[in-house]
Structure formats: structure tokens, C-alpha cells
């Protein structure tokens, strides 16, 4: 039943991608390597978190939060700015009979002002810098809950500027692993919400991005 229900969302993508730049990948099988199997690398942290809902940020063609929810039957969310992204998200859900995810439009840091401590999982693939994802993370995520970051290429200049920034925001490297997949590598680092950050967040939208921390 899983494998169908991931298999009709990558045809839901490459249809809507002939309408729609949604993902720059077109081909089934790039599609199933890079995107599907892709998604599910991370699974084994998701589970590890503690029960509860799962945020996927910048969730683009729904990766890899819509196989996520599939496999693991968790509350998600997936969340986009492009209001014409979230529009055929909704639709796949629909399409899908996908009862535990919904979709939100807007800013993460929105996101955050409406909903704090809404979740005990966060995704986020090839979105932005570590930096940028624990800060964005943060005040999502319930004390115990995870930020799963799934990487291509992590310099180690991003990478330590990342743990210099794990108090302040009050996460802590957790796990980090990489993982082959065919000829690409894709490496998970996970953090863990530990306390209250000592700056308040979220800072003003966009900030994140334009000031990183």
C-alpha cells in the first residue's frame, strides 16, 4: 500500500511538473532514486523522535515530508511561501486520501508566531544553511524534538558555524550520517531542541535568511 501511495505521488509530480516548474528532475526513475528513496533516507531519525507532528519547511513538490508521512503515519505539515507550490500540494494530498497532512502557506517564521512549539520533528531538503534551519527550527520545535537537515554538500566552515550557534539556540547535534545514493552522497545531520534559546525567536520574517545568526 505505501509503495503505491509513493510511487502515485512521483506521478502526480511529473504531471504537475509539465505545468508547473516544480522540481527539476522529470525522468521515473531519477525521480524514484532522488526523490523517493531520497525521502526516506532519513527515515530512521524521524522515528527516533518522540511522537508527534512532523513540519517539513520549504517542502517544495512535497519531499520529502508527503513519503515521510506515508511510511511513519505521522501528523505532518507541509510548509511553502509559493503560494502556487502549496496549491498543488493540497490537490496531491486530496488526490492522495492523505487524512494527517495538511498544508500551510506562508513564512516559516509565521509559521512559528502562530504556531509555537507545534511539533517534535522538522524537515527540511536542500533548503538553506544549517544555520538558518536551526533558527528557523527552533521555535517550532517541542523540547526533544528534532530538526532532520538533509544535505548535499555541508562545508566544514558551515558545519562549525553551526555548533558554535547550538546554545544560542538552544539545539544540539544530535546524529550525523551520510548515505550513498546511486551516484550522489546525501548526508543527514540531526538536531535536538535542549531549552529555550537566549535570543528571542522567531526573529522578524526573513531575517533568518538576510542576517544569518
Not at 528557523?136 to 523540547?143: G, M, R
Request: negative net charge.
Amino acid at each position: 500500500m505505501h509503495d503505491e501511495l509513493l510511487k502515485r505521488h512521483l506521478e502526480l509530480v511529473i504531471e504537475a511538473n509539465k505545468t508547473t516548474n516544480i522540481t527539476r528532475i522529470s525522468t521515473w526513475d531519477e525521480g524514484m532514486l532522488l526523490h523517493v528513496e531520497d525521502s526516506l533516507v532519513g527515515l530512521p531519525e524521524v522515528q527516533d523522535a518522540p511522537m508527534g507532528r512532523l513540519i517539513d519547511i520549504g517542502s517544495g513538490a512535497g519531499y520529502p515530508g508527503i513519503p515521510l508521512a506515508i511510511e511513519t503515519g505521522r501528523e505532518t505539515l507541509l510548509a511553502d511561501s509559493v503560494g502556487k507550490k502549496t496549491a498543488i500540494l493540497a490537490s496531491m494530498v486530496k488526490e492522495l486520501g492523505l487524512t494527517n497532512v495538511e498544508v500551510y502557506t506562508g513564512r516559516i517564521e509565521d509559521l512559528a508566531r502562530e504556531m509555537p512549539t507545534a511539533c517534535t520533528v522538522v524537515t527540511a531538503r536542500a533548503l538553506a544553511q544549517l544555520s538558518v534551519l536551526m533558527e528557523l527550527a527552533s521555535p517550532l520545535l517541542q523540547d526533544g524534538g528534532r530538526l532532520v537537515c538533509y544535505k548535499a554538500n555541508v562545508s566544514d566552515e558551515e558545519f562549525e558555524h553551526a555548533l558554535t550557534l547550538q546554545e544560542r539556540l538552544g539545539m544540539k547535534l544530535s546524529s550525523d550520517r551520510t548515505v550513498s545514493l546511486g551516484d550522489t552522497c546525501r548526508r543527514i545531520i540531526c538536531f535536538e531542541k535542549t531549552g529555550q534559546p537566549s535570543i528571542k525567536l522567531p526573529r522578524k520574517t526573513g531575517m533568518a535568511q538576510k542576517r544569518p545568526l
